[in-house]
């Protein structure tokens, strides 16, 4: 299969490298300031393009590679507020685009855990929920994509939570029924993710503690590979099913 990266720097290397380990051939690499090669053959003759940048350039990524007629997969997080435009991409312009907040095998597990964990809470009301996750230094939106899709599951099970909120950003306005997100940003961590059920009784933890990235490298290509030949938006349900 023919891949194109888009975003050259830790995070694509190792996708690079995991790539050509599975027999594919990086046909293109797009990084900073590099937009004119989205036009050219070498990125058009990609089967799926692997993106990993930032929430400010990420659409523009996606149009332009949209514009070449390649297909998106994508783990940028951060610019959740135009999905729709790229749904709308999908649904009326015959575009591909498969999108995770976290593409490591083990979180969409963690994913699923949390999902059954927050469902049964739901009957335990003496239980306090919150949330921490720890990334890099570089890592620029806050909370992380995960701890979203975290926080959302909890929110959408749990009758006394009603939505998230960070806690920098707590006021003396802020509902008590507001599931609190800690995010803290240190040195060059993977990625740790911590739910906490707390009573006067006990704490009950669960915790998703990355050790590189090649697990989320691994996921990436997993994805192109599913996604090469499909039409639609995608995403981790659709390649490994309910979990």
Known sequence: ???ALIGYGKMGHEIEKIARERGHEIVCTIDINEEEKFSSDSFKSADVAIEFTSPKS??????NAFKAGVPVVSGTTGWLEHLDEIKSECDNNGKTFFYASNFSLGVNIFFALNNY???LMNLFPDYVISMEETHHIHKLDAPSGTAITLAEDIVS???????????ENITTDTPDNKLKVKSFREGEV???????????????KITHDAKSRSGFALGAVLAAEFTKGKKGFLGMKDMLGDL
């Open 1 to 3: 299969m023919k891949i």
């Open 58 to 63: 990420a659409l523009s990524n996606y149009t």
């Open 117 to 119: 964990l927050s469902k």
């Open 157 to 167: 099970n749990v009758d006394r939570i009603n939505g998230w909120v960070l806690e």
């Open 190 to 204: 993977p990625g740790i993710h911590t739910v906490i059920y707390e009573s006067e009784a006990d704490t009950i």
